[in-house]
């Protein structure tokens, strides 16, 4: 990666259970706008449009990048369609970078999206097949026994996940764009809602939104044309791992651990819980806040509920690495968006533009998105600071 | 020891799902519903039918709506000498590209014809509607010649 790159741009959508007001074209363009919008740019300034979003099946628009070219400003210019699950907000952000960083285009609008009142998630993401029993299980379902797994090696207290559940809607009640708006929410009312999964109950769950991020992505030569501060781009890093085979750690996997090592190595970060001012971190589900905090070094193996528990990532309790600070996939959960809403946040930070969930003075802060099942990672850490 | 069998299955897969519009598109099937074509403005003063949401050579959001007519002229066409189940009409008809009057492209639909020997680039076709329009593109039932075409 020889060119330096930037964030120069970030645009949203607020996130709500259903955007019936607009198109799926009029949803991605609201953020592409934003994002143009807080750039300073205009369309003729971007080169290249990168796109992404979870499954085609999941809205049942079969390769909806070629009916939102004309959306997004693509016509006479590349744009290419990622996906990798749910981490592909993550993963897309890093092919809109690695387009800057060859050298191949000096100006890339990224935009992800998701419209889950207008999709089918829950079930286009098993789908039954000949010769299989159908499981039926959904997100949920699937990684509740990981949950459990992780409870029975750390040893961790039934309420771990229960504490998460409050302090990210607590993060997500600073966010006006954020989901859910749950400024009163008690370890009570989580506790008492629905058990979906054992653990997991249905205030420890993502909601279903609708929504879209955007960014743009400039090469260093052209940052100074965008007016607000950049988010440098310090470190990119993916990594897979095949779903299931014999000796796979689901609970801790291969793929999320070296993947943060290479992106630290980038950034020359040795304690990330010590180097990164904030992270906005994939918790889809209440517990993967303490697992991720082990798979990504915050904490040692078996720790990461404790610093969970001590408050050490809730901005609202003065924690010293403050994790989901906007409220994270626990508030919003557009799926397609949510990994670019995890590095367009970290952005936020880093660029001092996070409003009222803003980390004072944060510099460094990482990016993270998984998906498939926890088994395709994406991450960069961004800063204030030119490498 | 015998080979063993590679077994194959078909089977079916199917959701349901939601559909919104937006206000565009929408406004083009509202009028659909009420027997009128709308088309939209772009940058360059053409009059786009059905009309995008988004000009398609400066990517800014068109809103300026105009009502076309719903008769115009055949620019090229497909001759379907036997239709078959899933074709819109029983009998031998076109598919034709069909620029409206007051629109300047034209949208795909279907003609209705005695022959093909009666179609012609600028034949004039005049749109039939459907017994009962409720906000869908088959509100338009097909075209058929109007009289006085070449």
């Given at each position: 990666m020889s060119t330096l790159a930037a964030v120069v741009g970030i645009g949203q959508t607020q996130y709500k259970t259903r955007r019936g007001d607009v198109s799926i074209a009029g949803l991605v363009r609201e953020a592409a706008v934003n994002a143009l919008q807080d750039a300073g740019l205009e369309w003729d300034d971007i080169e290249a449009v990168i796109l992404g979003k979870a499954p085609d099946m999941f809205e049942g628009v079969i390769m909806p990048e070629s009916y939102l070219t004309d959306a997004l400003g693509c016509n006479g210019k590349p744009m290419l369609r990622v996906h990798t699950a749910g981490s592909v907000g993550g993963s897309t952000a890093l092919v809109a970078a690695s387009h800057v960083q060859s050298g191949s285009f000096k100006r890339v609008l990224t935009v992800t999206f998701e419209k889950q009142s207008e999709s089918n998630a829950m079930w286009a993401l098993s789908t039954p097949q000949p010769f299989s029993v159908h499981l039926n299980a959904g997100a949920g379902g699937y990684f509740a026994p990981i949950i459990r797994e992780y409870m029975r090696r750390s040893g961790a207290p039934r309420d771990v996940g229960i504490k998460v559940a409050v302090k990210d809607r607590l993060h997500g009640a600073?966010?006006?764009?954020?989901?859910l708006q749950l400024p009163n929410i008690t370890m009570q009312e989580v506790e008492e809602s629905?058990?979906?999964?054992d653990p997991l109950r249905f205030l420890e769950a993502c909601p279903s939104s609708d929504g879209a991020c955007a960014m743009v992505i400039a090469a260093e030569e052209l940052v100074h044309e965008s007016p607000k501060p950049p988010a440098w781009i310090r470190g990119v890093a993916m990594r897979s791992e095949p779903t299931?085979?014999?000796?796979?750690?689901?609970?801790?996997p291969q793929a999320g651990r070296d993947c943060a090592a290479d992106v630290y190595r980038q950034a020359g970060i040795t304690d990330p819980r010590r180097d990164l001012d904030c992270a906005e971190v994939y918790v889809p589900f209440s517990w993967y806040e303490p697992m991720w905090l082990e798979n990504l070094g915050f904490a040692a193996q078996g720790e990461g509920w404790k610093l969970t528990m001590a408050g050490a990532t809730s901005l609202d309790e003065g924690g010293d690495i403050p994790w989901n600070c906007s409220g994270g996939v626990l508030s919003s959960n557009p799926i397609g968006a949510s990994g670019m809403i995890r590095f367009a946040e970290a952005a936020r930070q880093v660029r001092g533009d996070a409003g009222a969930h803003q980390v004072p003075g944060a510099k460094l802060a990482l990016g993270h998105a998984y998906g498939g099942g926890a088994q395709f990672f994406a991450m960069w850490v961004v800063g204030a600071d030119k490498p | 020891m015998s080979a063993a069998d590679i077994l194959s299955q078909d089977f079916e897969l199917g959701f349901t799902y939601t559909r919104s519009t937006g206000p565009i598109v929408g406004r083009f099937l509202t009028g659909l519903r009420d027997r009128q074509i709308f088309g939209i403005r772009a940058s360059d003063g053409r009059v786009i039918?059905?009309?995008?949401?988004?000009?398609?050579?400066?990517a800014e959001a068109l809103s300026e709506f105009v009502q076309v007519a719903e008769q115009g002229a055949i620019v090229s066409w497909c001759w379907v000498a036997q239709p078959r189940a899933a074709h819109p009409l029983d009998e031998p008809f076109a598919w034709a590209m069909i620029r409206l009057d007051g629109a300047d492209v034209p949208m795909i639909h279907c003609v209705a014809a005695p022959a093909e020997a009666s179609l012609a680039t600028g034949a004039r076709v005049q749109a039939v509607w459907a017994p009962e329009t409720r906000g869908f593109i088959s509100d338009i039932s097909h075209f058929e010649l109007a009289g006085g075409g070449n």
């Open positions: 600073r966010n006006p764009l954020a989901h629905m058990m979906l999964w299931m085979y014999a000796g796979r750690d689901e609970v801790n | 039918v059905p009309p995008m949401e988004y000009d398609p050579d400066t």
